[in-house]
C-alpha cells in the first residue's frame, strides 16, 4: 500500500526536475520515449502508444507533455508509485501498435496500455489487452464502441468518447432549433470506425432528444486525406443547413482551410462537438473566422472551465513547452493519473482484476472538471463521465499566437451525456449475435 | 396627317430596328457561342482528363492486385485460414500491416463457401463484418474478372456502411491441387472514384464511374447521370470512367442571357412604339396649322396667321410663316398701289391734257366777255368764273405733275440753304396766321436731292402745318444725319393732327380732309421723295400736332 499525499503543483524548474527521460534497455527504438522512473527504478510501467510523426504528431508531442505533467504531479503529491511510462511511435497504424504493445507486455512487462488516437488502433490494441489481460487506459481515441460493443473488463477510457461529445452536440442543436430553423443536417467524417460511429451516436442522441431533423448526406473521405475539395462541393450540393464533423486534428484543419476558400460558409453552419474546439484549430483560424461562426467543442479546453486546477494544468504545459496544449495533453494526463490511483487503490500491479476494480467507479478530479464536479469512470462501460462545453469562436488573444477561442459557452452535465443503460444493453445485445471472426 | 405614310412612321420603323436589330445578332452570337463552348468542352480535353482518371484507377487497381497476389500466394496462408495456426504471429502481422492502409476495411479469407472465415481489420475497418452483428454478405453481388483477379461488387454505400468491393483471388492450391479457399481486399469504393476528381467547371462536367451495379459519383454514392456522357477507356470488364456533362447547366446561363436580351429588347420595342405614337400625335397637332395655314396662304387668305406656341422648331417655323404671310402682305399691297398709282397716273394726265386746252379757251372767253361787259353784277360773276377756272388750271397741274413727275436733277443741296428758302418763302404765311416757323440749325447735313422738288415738298409740308395750326401755333424744321448715306428732316407742328385712323391714307392721292383741298398735296410730295431715292413717313405724336419724317440721301464727293 503507498501513501497518499498531497501537495500542490510546483514551478517549472521542480516540474523540470521531476522528470527523466531516458532509453530502457538498451538501444533505444526511434521514437521511443521513457519518462519517469528508470526501467530497474519503476514499480509500475505503463506503455503509451501515440502518433508521433505524420498529420497527428501535435498529438503524440502533447500527451508526452501531458504525462510529465501527470508525473510530476504525482511526484508532488507523493504517496504514489514510483512509475515508468514508455512513448513509441504507432504511426496511426494498428499493425505497429499491436506489435509495440506485444512488446511492452512480454519485454517491458507494461502493468498498463495507453493512449492511441485513432480508435481503428484502439480497437486493435484493445484486443491485445484483453487476451494479455492487461489493462488498457484509453486517453485519446473516442469510437463508443470500446466502451459498448468492444467493451472487455480490461478497457478502459478517460477522455470523452463519441457518445458524449455527440450527445452535448445533439442537446446544442436542439436548442438552437428553435431560433435558427435548422433542419437539414449532413454528416461528414473519416471513413473508419470513429466517423461512422460518431454519425451513429449523433443520430442516436438526436432521436432520443425527438428531434425534427433531415439527414440530407453522409459524406466519408479516407483519414489523412490531403484534397476534400469534392467533398465540400459535395456537402454544398446536398444544401444542408448544418454541417456536422468527425474529421479531427490536422484532417479537420486542412477542411475548414479549403471550406474558407469557398462560400461554404454562406449558408452553412460547421459543428464538430468532440474535437473541433482543439488549440490547434483555434491557432490555424488566425483571426478571421467563418462569417456565420463555427460550433465547436473538444475533450479538453484551455479557457473553460474558468478553475484553478485548469488555469494550473494549462499554465504548468506552456510553462514547459512553450505553448499552450491541445486536448490530448489533458487526456494522457488523466490516463497516467488514473493509473497511478489505480495502483495505489488496488494497492498494486500484481492482480489485474484488482486494477479493473479500482478503476470501475474511481474518481478523478480532472483539469476539465467543472466546480463542485469530479470525473469519475463508469463501471458500466469504463467510460469516464466528464461535463462537456460548447462553444463558439470568439476574438481572444490570452493564448498567443492564437487570435481566437471558443467562447459563450453552453455548458451539459456529465450525467445528461452518458448513454442510457437501455441503449448500452440494446447495442451490446447486437453486437453479441455477431460471429467472432476476427484475427 | 395619316400614319402609314407619316416621316414619323419611318423614324418609327428605323428606331424599332435599330433597337430590337442588335439584340436579336447579340442573341444569335450567344447561341453561336454557346455551341462553340460546348462544342469545345466536349471535345478532346475531355477524352485526356478521361484517359488519365482511366490510368489513375487503373494504376490503383494494379496495385492493390499486386497485393492480393503476394497475399493469395503466401505458402502458410491457407493452413492459416483454415486453422488459425501461426507460430510466432508471422501471418497476423502479415495481414495487418498489409490491411493498414486507408484505402482498405481489411482482409477476408474465405474457404469454399460465400462468407469470410477470418477477417483482419484494416485501417478504415468499420461496422460489417468487423465491428457489428451484419456479416458481409456476397451473394447476389456482380462479379468481374480480371485476370486471376475476382472483382465483386460495388455494393454501394448504406446508412451503417461504406461503399466498398472485393478483390479476390485463390489461394495457393494444395500439392494435390485442391482449391485452398480465397484472400480478398475489402477496398474502399470512394479511394477508386476520389481518384476521378470532383466536378470542374462550376459543376457542368461531373466525373462518374460506371459500374455493374450502377453509376457512382467522386464520393463514392450512387447516381443517376444525366443525357451526356462521354465515356472513358474501361478499366475492368464493366467499369468505366466517364463525365457527366450537364449542357442545360452549361447553357442555360446564356439562355437566361438570351431570353433577358429578347425581353429587353420587346420592351424597347414596346416603349419606342408607344414613345413614337405620342410623338407622332404631338407632332400632328402642332403641324396641322401649319398645314391649314399654308392651305389658307395658297387660297389668297394672306391675313391668315398661326398661333404661336412653344420655343422649338416647329413653333420657329410657326413664327416664319407669319412673317412670310406678312410680307407677301405687303408686297402684294405695294405691288397693288403701284399699279393703281401708275393707272391713275396715266387716267389723270389724259384729262388734265383734254380739260388744259378747252380750259384756256373758255378762260380767254371768259375774259372776253368781261371786259365787254358793262354790267357790274355779271361782271363780277365772269371774274368768279375766271377764278375759278384759274383754280381748275392749278388742279390740272397738280394732276400732271403727280402724273408726269420730272425726273430729278440731283445736285448739293445743303439743309441749311433749304431750310433758309423755305422760311423766305412761308414765313410770311405763317406770320399772317401768327405762327412761328422755326428752322434749326442743320448746316452740317447736305442731301443729293433735286432742289427744287424739294423745296416743293418742304413748302407742301409747311402749307399743311400752317393750315392745320391755330394762332400761336409752331412749326420746326429740324434736320439730322443719319448714318453715313442718308439724313432725316423733320417737320413738326403743333396743330390739330392726324386721327390715327386715316394716318395711313393720308398720302394716298386724292385724298383729303379738306374741303377744298385736291388731296394731290401729300402723295405728290411722297412721290417726289421716293423720286429722289427717300422716304416720306408721317409719324403719330403722342400729344397734340403731326410730325412727317423724311430720310434722304446725302451728298457725297466724287
Known amino acids: 500500500m503507498f501513501v497518499q499525499r498531497r501537495a500542490h503543483l510546483g514551478a ?34 505503463i506503455g503509451c502508444l501515440y502518433p508521433m510523426t505524420g498529420r497527428a504528431a501535435i498529438y503524440g508531442r502533447d500527451s508526452v507533455a501531458g504525462i510529465r505533467l501527470a508525473l510530476s504531479d504525482l511526484a508532488a503529491e507523493g504517496g504514489y508509485p514510483r512509475i515508468r511510462v514508455i512513448v513509441d511511435d504507432d504511426r496511426s497504424k494498428a499493425s505497429f501498435a499491436v506489435r509495440l504493445a506485444e512488446d511492452y507486455i512480454a519485454q517491458d512487462k507494461a502493468k498498463f496500455l495507453c493512449g492511441m488516437v485513432s480508435s481503428g488502433v484502439a480497437q486493435a490494441v484493445s484486443k491485445v489487452a484483453m487476451k494479455h489481460r492487461v489493462v488498457m487506459i484509453g486517453t485519446d481515441h473516442a ?125 452553412i453552419r460547421l459543428a464538430n462537438f468532440d474535437t473541433g474546439g482543439n488549440y490547434e484549430v483555434m491557432l490555424a483560424l488566425g483571426n478571421t473566422p467563418p462569417p456565420k461562426g463555427l460550433i465547436l467543442s473538444a475533450r479538453h479546453h484551455n479557457n473553460w472551465p474558468d478553475t484553478e ?20 495533453a489533458e487526456g494522457a494526463y488523466s490516463g497516467i493519473m488514473a493509473a497511478a490511483k ?50 463558439e469562436v470568439v476574438p481572444d488573444t490570452s493564448f498567443p499566437p492564437a487570435k481566437v477561442m471558443l467562447g459563450k459557452w453552453t455548458v451539459f452535465r456529465a450525467e445528461d451525456l452518458r448513454p442510457p443503460p437501455e441503449l448500452v444493453r440494446s447495442r451490446r445485445a447486437k453486437a453479441a449475435e455477431a460471429v467472432e471472426m476476427s484475427e | 396627317m395619316r400614319l402609314r405614310s407619316s416621316i414619323v412612321r419611318k423614324y418609327l420603323l428605323i428606331s424599332l430596328l435599330g433597337s430590337v436589330a442588335p439584340m436579336i445578332a447579340v442573341g444569335a452570337l450567344y447561341d453561336r457561342y454557346a455551341g462553340a463552348l460546348l462544342e469545345q468542352i466536349t471535345g478532346e480535353r475531355l477524352t485526356a482528363q478521361l484517359t488519365a482518371t482511366a490510368s489513375r484507377i487503373t494504376a490503383f487497381l494494379d496495385v492493390r492486385s499486386y497485393q492480393i497476389e503476394t497475399l493469395s500466394n503466401y505458402p502458410a496462408l491457407p493452413v492459416f485460414a483454415r486453422t488459425g495456426y501461426d507460430p510466432g504471429g508471422e501471418i497476423g502481422s502479415l495481414l495487418r500491416i498489409e490491411a493498414d492502409v486507408p484505402d482498405l476495411y481489411g482482409i477476408l479469407l474465405f474457404d469454399q463457401g460465400p462468407k469470410p472465415i477470418r477477417i483482419v481489420a484494416g485501417q478504415a475497418a468499420s461496422g460489417a463484418p468487423y465491428w457489428s452483428n451484419l456479416a458481409l454478405d456476397l451473394s447476389g453481388k456482380p462479379v468481374t474478372r480480371a485476370g486471376d483477379t475476382e472483382v465483386i461488387g460495388p455494393v454501394p454505400p448504406s446508412e451503417d456502411q461504406s461503399g466498398y468491393l472485393l478483390m479476390r483471388q485463390a489461394m495457393r492450391p494444395s500439392p494435390s491441387g485442391a482449391s485452398q479457399g480465397s484472400i480478398a481486399l475489402h477496398v474502399r469504393l470512394a479511394s477508386i472514384t476520389e481518384l476521378m476528381g470532383g466536378p470542374s467547371l462550376a459543376g457542368i462536367i461531373q466525373p462518374v464511374l460506371k459500374t455493374p451495379v450502377g453509376f457512382f459519383d467522386s464520393v463514392g454514392k450512387p447516381v443517376v447521370p444525366g443525357r451526356k456522357l462521354a465515356a472513358g477507356p474501361e478499366v475492368l470488364p464493366g467499369w468505366q470512367p466517364m463525365l457527366v456533362i450537364d449542357p442545360d447547366q452549361l447553357i442555360s446561363p446564356f439562355v437566361a442571357a438570351r431570353q433577358g436580351l429578347f425581353v429587353t429588347g420587346a420592351l424597347v420595342a414596346i416603349v419606342t412604339f408607344v414613345l413614337f405614337t405620342r410623338l ?16 389658307a396662304v395658297a387660297a389668297g387668305n394672306l391675313d391668315y396667321r398661326i398661333t404661336e406656341t412653344g420655343d422649338d422648331e416647329i413653333s420657329g417655323l410657326a413664327k416664319t410663316f407669319n412673317a412670310m404671310s406678312g410680307r407677301l402682305r405687303e408686297n402684294v399691297d405695294r405691288t397693288m398701289k403701284v399699279e393703281r398709282l401708275a393707272a391713275l397716273g396715266e387716267f389723270a394726265t389724259g384729262v388734265a391734257h383734254e380739260i388744259r386746252n378747252p380750259l384756256a379757251t373758255i378762260k380767254t372767253s371768259v375774259q372776253a366777255l368781261g371786259r365787254g361787259e358793262a354790267d357790274s353784277e355779271r361782271k363780277d360773276i365772269l371774274r368768279d368764273v ?23 436733277q440731283r445736285s448739293a443741296v445743303p439743309v441749311d440753304e433749304l431750310f433758309r428758302r423755305v422760311f423766305v ?30 423745296i416743293q415738298v418742304m413748302m407742301n409740308l409747311v402749307i399743311n402745318s400752317i393750315q392745320a395750326c391755330q394762332a400761336g401755333g409752331h412749326i420746326t424744321l429740324r434736320a439730322r444725319l443719319d448714318g453715313a448715306d442718308s439724313a432725316v428732316i423733320e417737320v413738326e407742328d403743333d396743330g390739330s393732327g392726324i386721327a390715327p385712323d386715316i394716318l395711313g ?36 405724336k403722342a400729344t397734340q400736332g403731326t410730325l412727317v419724317i423724311l430720310q434722304l440721301p446725302t451728298w457725297k464727293e466724287q
Open chain 1, 309 to 328: 486546477q485548469n488555469r494550473r494544468f494549462v499554465n504548468a504545459f506552456h510553462a514547459m513547452e512553450g505553448r499552450y496544449p491541445t486536448y490530448a
Open chain 2, 280 to 295: 407622332s400625335g404631338k407632332l400632328r397637332d402642332r403641324i396641322t396649322p401649319l398645314v391649314k395655314g399654308a392651305e
Open chain 2, 505 to 540: 391714307k393720308v398720302t394716298d392721292p386724292f385724298f383729303t380732309t379738306k374741303s377744298r383741298g385736291t388731296g394731290l398735296g401729300l402723295a405728290i410730295s411722297r412721290q417726289l421723295v421716293e423720286l429722289n431715292g427717300g422716304e416720306l413717313h408721317i409719324a403719330p
Open chain 1, 143 to 267: 469510437s463508443s464502441r470500446l466502451t459498448i460493443e468492444g467493451l472487455h473488463p480490461y478497457y478502459f477510457r478517460v477522455s470523452n468518447d463519441s457518445y458524449t461529445s455527440m450527445a452535448a452536440g445533439a442537446r446544442y442543436l436542439a436548442q438552437i432549433q428553435a431560433k435558427t430553423k435548422w433542419k437539414r443536417v449532413a454528416f461528414i467524417g473519416p471513413d473508419y470506425d470513429y466517423g461512422h460511429v460518431s454519425w451513429s451516436d449523433f443520430r442516436s442522441s438526436l432521436d432520443s432528444l425527438g428531434v425534427s431533423y433531415e439527414a440530407v448526406g453522409t459524406f466519408w473521405p479516407k483519414l489523412y486525406e490531403p484534397d476534400y475539395s469534392t467533398y465540400i462541393q459535395a456537402l454544398q450540393k446536398s444544401e444542408p443547413d448544418i454541417v456536422v464533423t468527425a474529421l479531427w486534428g490536422g484532417d479537420f484543419v486542412a477542411f475548414l482551410n479549403q471550406a474558407r476558400t469557398t462560400d461554404f460558409f454562406e449558408n
Open chain 1, 342 to 391: 489505480a495502483v495505489v487503490k488496488a494497492g498494486g500491479t500484481k492482480d489485474p482484476d484488482a486494477l479493473v476494480r479500482a478503476l470501475e467507479n474511481l474518481e478523478l478530479k480532472l483539469p476539465e472538471d467543472p466546480e463542485g464536479f469530479s470525473s469519475f469512470i463508469d463501471p458500466d462501460t469504463h467510460q469516464i463521465v466528464q461535463a462537456q462545453a460548447v462553444g
Open chain 2, 425 to 454: 418763302l412761308m414765313n410770311r404765311a405763317a406770320e399772317e396766321r401768327q405762327l412761328t416757323l422755326m428752322p434749326a440749325d442743320s448746316r452740317a447735313a447736305v442731301l443729293n436731292v433735286d432742289r427744287d422738288q424739294i
Open chain 1, 12 to 45: 517549472a524548474a521542480i516540474v523540470m526536475a521531476c522528470l527523466t527521460a531516458g532509453a530502457a534497455n538498451g538501444a533505444p527504438a526511434r521514437g521511443r520515449v521513457e519518462l519517469g522512473a528508470a526501467a530497474d527504478k519503476a514499480q509500475v510501467t
Open chain 2, 386 to 408: 375766271e377764278s375759278e377756272i384759274d383754280r381748275l388750271a392749278r388742279v390740272m397741274e397738280d394732276v400732271l405733275a403727280f402724273g408726269r413727275p420730272h425726273p430729278p
